[in-house]
């Protein structure tokens, strides 16, 4: 069963605008990881954020964990259109077994 | 740098046939996985094996049977293909820890008619 899900499942924008997605999950977690999936491509992992962290940067992606709203945020700033990809949120399956599990990811379209 | 290898990266069967799709990693990893990604369904695990020598179902595994060849080698065979099972299948290598980044492969495109 998916324990992760993405929010907006589309979303356009405009070169140079900031772009944010959301990630809902329903049990406790001690990491989140994002993923991005370019077209034709497997998924490729962007950033960790553990459980006891709030916030973490890479480059122009900032992550938030807020594991009272069992949510976290993907901002990707100053979008370029080498962003248009689809991103999906990765978390433990419930039981804590290791196995990642996805939800069904946004699809982000930059426009150039 | 391979990574996660995987072949074919596109198959068309017609129903019943059968096929083993292959998946190879370098990266001396303990977990692999095999996952099917349909669209607005995102990805579905199928089977994983958390260390050679073991494996066991995810969340879609009927249809589908796996084999841990060794520690590099992790196949997915369809004994009798039938059109639901067309899909793009992804498959996932883990060091073993919660805390490291799943790699994947690029897929393998199957369209079974």
């Known amino acids: 069963s998916q324990q992760g899900e993405e929010d907006p499942q589309a979303l356009s924008i405009q070169e140079g605008e900031n772009a944010t997605m959301n990630c809902s999950y329903k049990?406790?977690?001690?990491?989140l990881q994002w993923y991005r999936q370019n077209s034709g491509r497997g998924l490729v992992h962007l950033i960790l954020?553990?459980?006891?962290?709030r916030e973490k940067h890479s480059g122009r992606l900032r992550v938030t964990l807020d594991t009272s709203k069992k949510s976290s945020s993907l901002l990707i700033t100053a979008s370029r259109a080498a962003d248009t990809a689809s991103y999906f949120c990765?978390?433990?399956?419930?039981?804590?077994?290791?196995?990642?599990?996805f939800g069904r990811g946004t699809s982000l379209i930059v426009h150039p | 740098n391979a990574g996660v290898t995987q072949t074919p990266k596109f198959q068309v069967l017609k129903t019943g046939q059968s096929m083993t799709l292959q998946c190879a990693q370098d990266?001396?990893?303990?977990?692999m996985y095999w996952y099917r990604q349909d669209p607005g369904m995102g990805l579905r695990l199928i089977y994983y094996?958390?260390?050679?020598?073991?494996?066991d179902k995810g969340e879609v595994p009927n249809g589908y049977n796996v084999s841990r060849l060794n520690k590099r080698e992790f196949s997915l065979r369809l004994e009798s293909a039938a059109p639901s099972q067309t899909s793009v299948y992804f498959c996932?290598?883990?060091?073993?820890?919660?805390?490291?980044?799943?790699?994947f492969g690029d897929g393998t495109r199957l369209s079974i008619l």
């Open positions: 990765a978390t433990p399956a419930s039981g804590g077994s290791y196995i990642p599990t």
């Open positions: 954020i553990r459980s006891n962290e």
């Open positions: 094996s958390a260390s050679e020598g073991t494996t």
């Open positions: 990266m001396n990893h303990n977990s």
């Open positions: 996932a290598s883990l060091q073993g820890s919660t805390n490291q980044p799943q790699h």
């Open positions: 049990t406790s977690i001690n990491n």
